[in-house]
């Protein structure tokens, strides 16, 4: 689908190259010898403590940056406009694997052609990226300096009445999908509708979506079905990428109930960085960010909190339009406004700034490891059956 995937040549950057100098003005050092990742950042100018430069690993001392390139770094939730340029962003961000959403609005066979263009896409740059269906996957693609892509749904739209095609996606790739995407499909209610709750066909869908090994996404589902389908699953279940109603009252927020009531229940937390729903909006920065990393740990615990940045990078104002109007087209649900990312995160390419700010916040190295990608490995593996 073109709306997800651009195979036609493109740069989202014009024609300038991609930039090697962070949003904080730091110079780029190269990272550990052997790394596949080639860039990264270079210590702040002035560190608050040598603490936030270092961080004790085994017998020998590493910085952010190096840090960053020895970890398993997974975004949850990527929807940007899919070409070689974010491909090559993802690789200068050191991002082992990512959720790429290939499926909002479309029912089955339009994802089918979302999926085969995707795969296309993938080939053609198997420099960069390569398909992810298993955590060895992801692992393999850390080992080989590429990026992993796991296919995401943002609504269970595409299963359409069949149980059936569940299983199907499943044999495609797909390992994430959302059980509704704002209103009510024949699974349960989004966010933004009355809830009416699970429904007796979607306690179907997730009992499959468990047998097959597919995770059951919350993210912008209303909070009665979020609840039900928590209860109703037998495997942890997930807001790939959310922000606490405690920093900002949003439709899209999540409660603390929300979140302890998931954590206690297996369930996974993704934080996004989608500036509409930050407290500063569009005038966040990087530690915004990890404010709301920080809120929401507090509540769930370090072992079941990760990152899903939710990038957009590249789309244009038609998009936005298209996810925000019910079915792609019918009533407007919601305005985003102006949208620009966290300063200090604006671009995949700088998710190593994150790794910083973490430490420089005074988290330890095995706790940023964690929010950074070992926990999404830890329960993808459990969702998957391996």
């Known amino acids: 689908m073109d709306k997800y995937l651009n195979l036609r040549p493109g740069n989202l950057h014009g024609n300038a190259p991609l930039s090697r100098i962070d949003a904080f003005g730091n110079s780029p050092v190269v990272f550990a010898p052997g790394s596949p990742v080639p860039w990264a950042y270079a210590d702040p100018k002035a560190p608050a403590d040598d603490s936030a430069r270092e961080s004790l690993i085994g017998d020998s001392l590493m910085s952010p940056a190096e840090l960053h390139a020895d970890s398993i770094v997974i975004d949850g939730l990527i929807i940007a406009k899919w070409n070689r340029e974010l491909f090559e962003d993802m690789r200068k961000g050191g991002l082992t694997a990512a959720n790429c959403?290939?499926?909002?609005?479309?029912?089955?066979?339009a994802t089918v052609n979302s999926i085969a263009s995707s795969q296309k896409l993938i080939r053609e740059?198997?420099?960069?990226?390569?398909?992810?269906?298993?955590?060895?996957?992801i692992r393999k693609a850390k080992e080989l300096g590429k990026t992993g892509i796991l296919f995401g749904f943002q609504n269970a739209h595409a299963f359409e009445d069949q149980i059936g095609y569940v299983e199907i996606f499943k044999q495609l790739g797909v390992g994430i999908v959302q059980m509704c995407y704002n209103t009510q499909n024949l699974v349960g209610t989004g966010c933004y509708e009355r809830d009416g709750g699970l429904s007796g066909?979607?306690?179907?869908i997730v009992a499959e979506m468990n047998r097959v090994g597919i995770m059951c996404d919350l993210s912008h589902v209303g909070s009665k079905t979020s609840e039900e389908v928590i209860l109703e699953s037998k495997k942890p279940v997930t807001y790939s990428h959310c922000l606490p109603s405690g920093l900002k009252e949003h439709p899209r927020n999540k409660s603390d109930a929300e979140l302890k009531f998931i954590a206690d229940h297996g369930g996974f937390v993704g934080v996004t960085m989608f500036a509409p729903f930050l407290a500063?909006?569009?005038?966040?920065?990087?530690?915004d960010y990890a404010e709301?990393?920080?809120?929401?740990?507090?509540?769930v615990g370090e072992d079941a909190i990760g990152i899903g940045t939710d990038f957009t990078q590249g789309h244009g104002q038609d998009f936005f339009e298209y996810l925000t109007h019910d079915k792609g087209y019918a009533r407007r649900l919601t305005s985003f406004g102006k949208i620009i990312n966290p300063l200090g995160i604006r671009t995949v390419g700088e998710f190593p700034n994150l790794t910083e700010t973490l430490l420089k916040r005074?988290?330890?190295?095995?706790?940023?490891?964690k929010i950074m990608g070992e926990n999404w490995v830890t329960v993808l593996k459990d969702v998957w059956g391996e």
């Not at 066909?201 to 179907?204: A, S």
Request: glycine share 8%; charged share 25%.
């Open 101 to 109: 959403t290939v499926s909002v609005w479309e029912g089955f066979q």
């Open 125 to 137: 740059n198997s420099d960069l990226v390569m398909p992810v269906r298993t955590t060895a996957d």
């Open 201 to 204: 066909f979607g306690r179907e």
């Open 280 to 287: 500063k909006g569009i005038d966040s920065t990087i530690d």
């Open 292 to 299: 709301a990393i920080e809120y929401v740990m507090n509540i």
């Open 362 to 369: 005074g988290h330890p190295e095995r706790v940023v490891r």
